[in-house]
Structure formats: structure tokens, C-alpha cells
């Protein structure tokens, strides 16, 4: 069972605005920044965001993503098909050692 | 063009030891900030951090593998290396390497390898 919490799985129609939340605690998400990965079955993790709610060159704008304390979201709007895939947060925990931590994942699936 | 690429053996057998190489371009690991990271995804499960290791040669593990990893750099041939002691079915997963954003801390992995399937068995 992983440390941050997410639903495991989520769905929407296109067009649709879906979330997906990200609870953790206060050594990791309540301490540090929460990144966001997008996987594509058989295929690497892609950076979605990173820094709380920053967008990598080329990601679009209908993604976006925030943090509240010890929780965070991301979310997708305007879906579309090519969105269903693997989400997973991450963040690193402060206790001693420090460690990464990464989500369980969200099968987000388009409907 | 920061690229990274995964290499090693594809089957080991239990007990064994395995070591995999992260062979980049596009960035140094003597330039201050830089980092790469090892995460691994066992099939059909989620992504799970590993270890990390910096320019300066700071590095992490995680804690319930520290007894079994260790990683290491070669600057001059723009290599990590993680080994991964006493191999079992469970370790049976996609390892990949990732270049750290490092200004956005040690989970900003904004560069990916294509990663390497490593099975454990007999």
C-alpha cells in the first residue's frame, strides 16, 4: 500500500473535466513539491507536472494541477481519448532517510 | 538533448546479483544540480522510487531495499550503475533511469529511459 493515496481508478466522457486527488502527509506532499506522471501502457512515465502545478514545454494547458496542505489534485479537462492512461503523483518524504515516494496510480479511462 | 538508456541482463536468477547501467547524453554529472534516479515497476503495478545519485555524489536508497542497492557514477563515461543484491521473483519488474529536474527537487524526473525488463527466475 503505497504512502500517497490515490483512487485507483477513474473515468469520464470527452470533453468532460475529471480529478485526480493525492493524499499523503506532512513529511511528504505537506513538506515538499508533488509532481505528476502520465504513463501510456508499455511506455515510460511522462513529467505531466512538476513543482506543485508547473507544465513542462509541451504538455497542454487543459492539464493542471494543484496542492492544498497535505493533499493534492490534478486535472484534465476538455478530455479526450488520448488522455486514458496511468496517472501517479509523487513527492519526497522528509523523514530520516529521506525517500521517494510515488502514488499508487489512477487508470483514468475515457469513455 | 538529454537522453537516457538502460542496459543489463534480461533474465537472472534468484540469489544473483544484478547490475544495470544508465548510459546519458545531453548533461554531465559534474555540473552542480544534476541527478539521476532509478525507479522500477514490477508488471501491472505502480512505479516505485529506488535510489538517486547526485554530482557532488550524494546519493539515496530506499529504505526497505538500502541493504541490497548501491549506486554509483562514471563521469567519463556518463554512466550510473545501480546493483541490486540477492535477487528474488518479487525484484522481477521495469527498471528505468530518469534525469532529476533537480531544482524542483529529487521527484522531478523530467527525462526518462525507455527503461529494461528484468525477469527473476530459474
Known amino acids: 500500500q503505497s504512502v500517497l493515496t490515490q483512487p485507483p481508478s477513474a473515468s469520464g466522457t470527452p470533453g468532460q473535466r475529471v480529478t485526480i486527488s493525492c493524499s499523503g502527509s506532512?513529511?511528504?506532499?505537506?513538506?515538499?513539491?508533488v509532481n505528476w506522471y502520465q504513463q501510456i501502457p508499455g511506455t515510460a512515465p511522462k513529467l505531466l507536472i512538476y513543482n506543485n502545478n508547473q507544465r513542462p514545454s509541451g504538455v497542454p494547458g487543459r492539464f493542471s494541477a494543484s496542492k492544498s496542505g497535505t493533499s493534492a489534485s490534478l486535472a484534465i479537462s476538455g478530455l479526450q481519448s488520448e488522455d486514458e492512461a496511468d496517472y501517479y503523483c509523487a513527492s519526497w518524504d522528509a523523514g530520516l532517510p529521506g525517500r521517494g515516494l510515488f502514488g499508487g496510480g489512477t487508470k483514468l479511462t475515457v469513455l | 538533448q538529454i537522453t537516457l538508456k538502460e542496459s543489463g541482463p534480461t533474465l537472472v536468477k534468484p540469489t544473483q546479483t544484478l547490475t544495470l547501467t544508465c548510459t546519458f547524453s545531453?548533461?554531465?554529472?559534474?555540473?552542480?544540480?544534476?541527478?539521476v534516479g532509478w525507479i522500477r515497476q514490477p508488471p501491472g503495478k505502480a512505479l516505485e522510487w529506488l535510489s538517486l545519485?547526485?554530482?557532488?555524489?550524494?546519493?539515496g536508497y530506499s529504505p526497505s531495499l538500502k541493504s541490497r542497492l548501491t549506486i554509483t557514477k562514471d563521469t567519463a563515461k556518463n554512466q550510473v550503475v545501480l546493483t541490486m543484491t540477492n535477487m528474488g521473483p518479487v525484484d522481477t519488474a521495469t527498471y528505468y533511469c530518469a534525469h532529476i529536474l533537480n531544482i524542483y527537487g529529487p521527484m522531478a524526473f523530467d527525462i526518462w529511459g525507455q527503461g529494461t525488463m528484468v525477469t527473476v527466475s530459474s
Open positions: 545519485i547526485y554530482w557532488d555524489d550524494d546519493k
Open positions: 545531453g548533461f554531465s554529472l559534474t555540473t552542480g544540480g544534476v541527478g
Open positions: 506532512s513529511s511528504n506532499i505537506g513538506t515538499n513539491t
